[in-house]
């Protein structure tokens, strides 16, 4: 069946702009992860939506990071203003319901000039 | 004490010979620990893991060597192959948390 996909798979964008980052997880995952991974770094959690529940907010860097998961599937990740520091990976991950796996997606490549 | 430390950060093969991947945590409440293995340009995906309930898990060329009392767990790659040039990465997790702490991640090249 099909993966996880995440929308643009590339995205370049000037300092100080407002970019969004797209995740489809899998049918029928309740769990959801936003992951970032710099070069040469591991992934570092941002996010983790879970069926209803508030989300863990935990990971986010700052207050220009913000996620949102409409109907339990789709979620975007939005960073507003964006730094040279933003540059990374971008990961989405989902796991079935009451499985610990998670599924990642091939990631957004962000470059911030 | 969330931490969990990997090493080596790279590493270099022979085709045909043994991989081997360390890591440690400090957090005793960690009881699930995976390993994804990362193509250029793709997600990482799950290879194996293991529970501190068994010392070892072997799949095919795969297996996870497990010491709960050191805080240690590695990964070895036998016969290691061109196709196993990658970047692995540990984690660990506390079961019904969800989230994972991933290691730095070693970028592993199997020489033909």
């Known amino acids: 069946g099909a993966g996880v996909s995440q929308s643009p798979s590339n995205k370049v964008t000037e300092k100080g702009k407002d970019v969004e980052l797209r995740c489809d997880p899998i049918s029928g995952h309740t769990a959801l992860y936003w992951y970032r991974q710099s070069l040469g770094q591991g992934l570092e959690f941002l996010i983790y939506?879970?069926?209803?529940?508030?989300?863990?907010k935990s990971g986010l860097p700052s207050d220009r990071f913000s996620a949102e998961r409409t109907g339990g599937s789709v979620s975007t990740l939005t960073i507003q203003r964006t730094q040279q520091e933003d540059s990374a990976v971008y990961l989405c991950?989902?796991?079935?319901?009451?499985?610990?796996?998670?599924?990642f997606g091939p990631g957004t490549r962000l470059l911030v000039l | 004490q969330q931490q969990v430390k990997q090493s080596p950060q790279s590493l270099i093969v022979q085709k045909g010979g043994i991989s081997i991947i360390n890591c440690a945590y400090e957090n005793t409440a960690f009881d699930y620990f995976p390993w994804y293995q990362q193509f250029p340009g793709k997600g990482p995906a799950l290879l194996i893991a293991?529970?501190?309930?068994?010392s070892e898990k072997k799949e095919g060329r795969f297996t996870i060597s497990f010491n709960k009392s050191a805080k240690q767990f590695s990964l070895h790659i036998m016969d290691s192959q061109p196709g196993d040039s990658a970047t692995y990465f540990c984690?660990?997790?506390?079961?019904?948390?969800?989230?994972?702490?991933f290691g730095t991640g070693t970028r592993l090249k199997v020489l033909a």
């Open positions: 939506f879970q069926g209803n529940s508030a989300p863990d």
């Open positions: 991950a989902s796991s079935p319901p009451n499985q610990e796996t998670q599924y």
């Open positions: 293991i529970r501190p309930d068994v």
């Open positions: 984690a660990a997790s506390i079961t019904g948390t969800y989230k994972y702490i």
